[in-house]
């Protein structure tokens, strides 16, 4: 039910380049079969592979939505979540949640490009297995962590950052020199936290476009993190500084990797 997307940004890195680097920006894969997103990826031939978090399943497939004080608000998120569980459970899906997939995936795409991964909450329960699988195969995993990239004459520092407990790393990141990219599962952590930080540019994923989308201008219904027609549901904000993916998810109008070039 996903049709592959691909979106094109260009962003301006203020460095002298002799030529541009192409990054290929995936979010939200969540165990899904992605060999058309793989192939996408070859055609686009990028430098770098930035996967933005979600890409296992390893979370308690429960709603813990509390909202103190906010009772209807707590009966609209539960009804919305358990109504796409069942939805979800009783339809005939075309793509089937399976770790094989994105192990698959992951061990073609270290062939293409180098890639820098960070977590999404569905990851907050990752196995052992999972990190040595991730180190075994040559992806590099960001969680609250931050490296030196350099790549031909282009020069930055990648951050990843997880969306718990990243009070003690964070402060750390922001005040080293360069150009900073950060990979930040939830747009929302950027837009209350961040957006007046001085990172020069903010991978995104966790919206899956808006969940469904309405309308020609594909504006979302109903978007995680941020309620009915959320703002950052997908596309370039904050003059280019924030890029939120449209997530290629199963069960969802439409999704994209994200190739951002500059």
């Not at 699988?133 to 960001?142: A, E, I, M, P, Q």
């Not at 031909?152 to 950052?161: A, E, I, S, T, Y």
């Not at 952590?189 to 899956?208: P, R, V």
Request: aromatic content about 10%.
């Amino acid at each position: 039910m996903s049709k592959i997307i691909i979106t094109r940004y260009t962003a301006d890195s203020k460095q002298h380049l002799q030529q541009p680097v192409r990054i290929a920006h995936v979010s939200d894969l969540h165990e899904r079969d992605c060999d058309d997103i793989m192939d996408a990826i070859k055609k686009e031939r990028p430098d770098l592979i930035f996967i933005t978090g979600d890409t296992f399943e390893r979370y308690d497939n429960r709603p813990q939505y509390e909202f103190e004080h906010r009772p209807v608000k707590r009966v609209i998120i539960n009804a919305i979540h358990y109504s796409n569980y069942l939805l979800t459970f009783l339809l005939p899906q075309k793509v089937k949640a399976d770790e094989e997939n994105v192990r698959r995936f992951l061990k073609e795409a270290v062939t293409v490009a180098p890639v820098y991964m960070s977590l999404g909450n569905h990851e907050e329960k990752l196995l052992h297995r999972d990190y040595r699988f991730l180190r075994d195969v040559g992806v590099t995993l960001l969680d609250n962590a931050d490296i030196d990239l350099r790549v031909r004459d282009f020069q930055c520092v990648l951050g990843g950052m997880s969306c718990w407990d990243y009070e003690e790393w964070l402060p750390t990141f922001l005040k080293k020199d360069g150009y900073k990219i950060l990979l930040c599962h939830k747009p929302n952590q950027y837009t209350e936290l961040l957006a007046d930080s001085g990172i020069d540019l903010t991978l995104s994923g966790h919206t899956h476009g808006g969940q469904i989308l309405v309308g020609k201008k594909g504006k979302g219904f109903f978007v995680p993190g941020q309620g009915l027609f959320g703002k950052y549901a997908h596309g370039s904000f904050f003059d280019g500084r924030l890029i939120v993916s449209d997530a290629p998810t199963p069960s969802r109008v439409r999704g994209s990797s994200t190739p951002a070039s500059w």
